[in-house]
């Protein structure tokens, strides 16, 4: 039986562990984190992840405990309409969108790993091109090593060298709060410089999240600095951050990868935040790891050539690493010429073009 070491307990390496195991593959899953878990933070799924997740038996389970998104678009900060998306023509012809807790998310895919294979509290200090992984309880060795394990990865370096992650200029803020009163609305809104956004949560609870420019490494940026932003911006923003713990708050620079030459060498290959870490500015990040697990076990279980999984992922998620780079350089000008001529563009461009838009990234079968 082919062993298939993963490196990473998150969303795409528990992905990877399960697409690899339904195929009759033996696996042994690396988490450096003492438990498996996710707190402070909702996650859009588009239909092409719910594809992926269909293709491990999962898609309906997953749909249970989620909730499919509605109306969204963006407004500026008084509340105007910029753009609207065309919710229903997405549905129409790829199906719903849901939005449910990442912690949910990753206690089903959790659950469908064998307790036996998932190790943690086991930090990976190297990985050797034959396939062996030093740890800190010993060494493992597989038939392939794959890569989950985030932006920083320790075994990217084994297929690329040293590559440094690119700051967006931007920092962003996460919270779930409980409302005072229920929020029906999705979708962002742009200032200058700022943006903030929130969504509704399956059990009526509102993810929010917010994004500034400032220097990476920027101290502070508690609750107090949040609502000085963005507290009299329309509604319901004011409330929401008035119903926000300040011990639920999330604060985290934005990063991106560079383009990789390959995600591959002979037994070792990247996926998720590894092979393609990318701006939050699409919603594809979990998305697209759901698609490499799901595609990387195909294509090693077939013919165990890995280049294949470089040809077809790689372009693909560089692609949309890059759009997601452009939308974020977008949602964050500051200048107010710039921005006046952005909102006006907004306004002009009909939903139908941005549906367009989305096709090269929904539009994915494996």
């Known amino acids: ?33 003492a438990r498996i878990a996710e707190v402070g933070a909702g996650l859009s799924l588009w239909p092409n992840a719910l594809r992926a997740l269909d293709a491990l038996d999962l898609g309906d389970e997953i749909r249970s405990r989620a909730r499919e998104e509605g109306s969204a678009g963006i407004r500026d900060s ?3 309409w910029l753009s609207r998306t ?14 449910m807790h990442r912690a949910d998310l990753l206690d089903i895919l959790r659950a469908a790993v064998p ?18 992984v030093v740890h800190s309880a010993g060494t493992s060795a597989g038939d392939l090593v794959v890569g989950a394990d985030g932006i920083r990865s320790v075994v990217r370096r084994a297929v690329c060298g040293v590559v440094e992650p690119r700051y967006s200029g931007y920092t962003a803020w996460r919270v779930v709060v409980t409302p005072a009163e229920p929020v029906r609305d999705i979708g962002e809104s742009w200032g200058r410089g700022e943006r903030f956004g929130y969504a509704v949560l399956p059990d009526g609870r509102i993810y929010c ?5 400032m220097p990476a490494g920027t101290a502070g940026g508690g609750l107090g600095e949040l609502r000085a932003r963005f507290g009299s911006w329309h509604e319901p923003i004011p409330a929401l951050l008035a119903a926000a713990d300040e011990s639920a708050l999330l604060k985290h620079d934005i990063y991106d990868l560079p383009p990789l030459k390959t995600f591959v060498t ?15 500015n699409l919603g594809q990040g979990g998305c697209q790891a759901l698609e490499d697990a799901v595609v990387l076990a195909r294509v090693a279980a077939e013919d165990r050539d890995l280049t294949d999984y470089d040809q077809q992922r790689r372009p693909r998620t560089q692609m949309i690493v890059q759009r997601s780079r452009m939308i974020g350089a977008i949602g964050q000008l500051s ?14 461009t009909p939903p139908s073009a941005q549906f367009k838009s989305l096709a090269p990234i929904l539009d994915w079968e494996d």
Do not use: C, Q
């Not at 070491?5 to 988490?31: K, P, S």
């Not at 307790?115 to 062996?132: I, L, M, N, P």
């Not at 200048?335 to 002009?348: E, T």
């Open 78 to 80: 008084r509340g105007r």
């Open 115 to 132: 307790e036996s294979a998932v190790h943690t509290g086991v930090s990976v200090s190297e990985v050797r091109a034959d396939g062996a």
């Open 266 to 280: 002979e037994r070792i290959a990247l996926i998720g935040d590894a092979a393609h870490a990318m701006t939050p």
């Open 1 to 33: 039986m082919p062993k298939a070491v993963i490196v990473g307990g998150g969303i795409g390496g528990l992905a990877t562990a399960i697409a690899f195991a339904r195929r009759g593959w033996e696996i042994e899953v690396l988490e450096r984190s």
């Open 335 to 348: 200048s107010p010429v710039a921005v006046l001529a952005r909102n006006a563009l907004l306004r002009l």
């Open 209 to 213: 999240f917010a994004t500034a420019d």
């Open 86 to 99: 065309d919710i229903d023509a997405v549905r129409a012809r790829y199906g719903s969108p849901i939005m």
